[in-house]
């Protein structure tokens, strides 16, 4: 699962021991070499989707890491793009391999932006947060877009119960379950509490107009349903007058 440049079992259980930012800022100078970095197949069907439908000005990678996210914004967005993740050490990647980006280290549920960006993205961080803050989230987002502006994030379809990932996947929320009871800080990261339909609900909550797309570059499950969709949440260009 982990190349040789990877963290050691010894690493993972130590940052799984720790806050998420904490985690986060250990596993930094090997977080690229792990699977929890957005696969490239991914950032490139979402890439591809994208440019079907921009082109746009400037855009915002929410919680980008080492900067996955960035790479996708360079080749769609014509004017500045900025990445914001609370890991100083995650920042610290991301500024190497992204000298000329806007790098802004700040917690997700309280996003410092008004107005600034045409497109916003986030890959691979939705786990992270328990289903009561994605409002804050979504709002922050939504706060942060130009009216009219897009924001994209690709959703993993839950696997078929037939599959080893599913009860994968079940098992590992389950552990995280019993690790968050007896110890803290937690650290939150669950797969299975962001289907794509509570995400939708989310995202129209916070007055977003939301629709998703199949990836279907990424792949099928055996039961022939897509591993991967897109969900396309656009800020009205006309706000509605609230009340
Ligand atoms: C699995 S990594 C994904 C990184 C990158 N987007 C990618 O696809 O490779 C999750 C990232 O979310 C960040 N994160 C988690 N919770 C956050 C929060 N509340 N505010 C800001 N960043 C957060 C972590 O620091 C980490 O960099």
Redesign the pocket.
Known sequence: MFSPQGPSLRELCIQALSS??RG?DLLAPKFDHTP???PENILEATAHALSETGPFGTGL?V????G??LTVLRRLCAQQITG????AG?LRQARTANPNTTLVR????ALPFTGVFDLAV????LG??LPAERPALFEGVYRALRPGGLFALPIGAPPPLTSVWHWAELGFDLAMVVRNAVLRPPFVMYYRTTPLSAVRRDLTAAAFTVESIPLTAVGRHRDGSPRCWLVLARKPAVQQPSG
């Open positions: 998420v930012e986060y929890f970095r957005t990678d919680c980008c890491g080492t996955a996210g914001v993740d609370f890991s995650m700040a917690d997700a549920r986030t890959f691979g961080a992270h947060f």
